[in-house]
T-cell receptor, first 110, second 114 residues
Framework: QKEVEQNSGPLSVPEGAIASLNCTYS??????FFWYRQYSGKSPELIMF????GDKEDGRFTAQLNKASQYVSLLIRDSQPSDSATYLC??????????FGTGTSLTVIP | KAGVTQTPRYLIKTRGQQVTLSCSPI?????VSWYQQTPGQGLQFLFE???????NKGNFPGRFSGRQFSNSRSEMNVSTLELGDSALYLC?????????????FGSGTRLTVV
């Protein structure tokens, strides 16, 4: 079982819609959770991190964490074509490495 | 504030050769991690260095090695290159490696083995 799992997609949403990206993790010792965005041909860029159960909002982005169910999600409101990218979920276990999912490809259709 | 610098950006090597990649982390960051990214496997963890010591290691063969210098700059070396080593190699720096603030990635080195 992989430490972090994501649906590979592709996920397509129309411009202005809400994009919902999901991630599950296996290690209950995970304490920090991250979302990275990676444009084609570029390196990953950190867009959100969350430590506590519940929601964390930053502009059009909302990260949601449910430790009991071991899932993390990212909502992108008012999706724009510039949001088209691959979104990587990552978790960190204290004293250990970061584990990344394989990413979900998002396309926002104008 | 300078970001994470990786050199070179692109490399083409032949099978059997060896290669050395370099990474300079953000100033003040003491942890450097290396990842291999391929379309089928995603980001695979190679190793992490903190204060010149390898702290964590992924499941890669011994042909992959690394080191970190006292100024936190890091190098990774791949010996006896194989076609399957063709990938984007990413370096990531963080304050402590288990930082709650995540990594900052460099632009990567695209290695092609022919």
């Amino acid at each position: 079982q992989k430490e972090v799992e994501q649906n590979s997609g592709p996920l397509s949403v129309p411009e202005g819609a809400i994009a919902s990206l999901n991630c599950t993790y296996s290690d209950r010792g995970s304490q920090s959770f991250f979302w990275y965005r990676q444009y084609s041909g570029k390196s990953p860029e950190l867009i959100m991190f969350i430590y506590s159960n519940g929601d964390k909002e930053d502009g059009r982005f909302t990260a949601q964490l449910n430790k009991a169910s071991q899932y993390v999600s990212l909502l992108i409101r008012d999706s724009q074509p510039s949001d088209s990218a691959t979104y990587l979920c990552a978790v960190n276990i204290p004293g250990n490495q970061f584990y990344f999912g394989t990413g979900t490809s998002l396309t926002v259709i104008p | 504030k300078a970001g994470v610098t990786q050199t070179p950006r692109y490399l083409i090597k032949t099978r059997g050769q060896q290669v050395t990649l370099s990474c300079s982390p953000i100033s003040g960051h003491r942890s450097v991690s290396w990842y291999q990214q391929t379309p089928g496997q995603g980001l695979q963890f190679l190793f992490e260095y903190f204060s010149e010591t390898q702290r964590n290691k992924g499941n890669f063969p011994g042909r992959f090695s690394g080191r970190q210098f006292s100024n936190s700059r890091s190098e990774m070396n791949v010996s006896t290159l194989e076609l399957g080593d063709s990938a984007l190699y990413l370096c990531a720096s963080s304050l402590s490696g288990t930082s709650h603030y995540g990594y900052t990635f460099g632009s990567g080195t695209r290695l092609t083995v022919v």
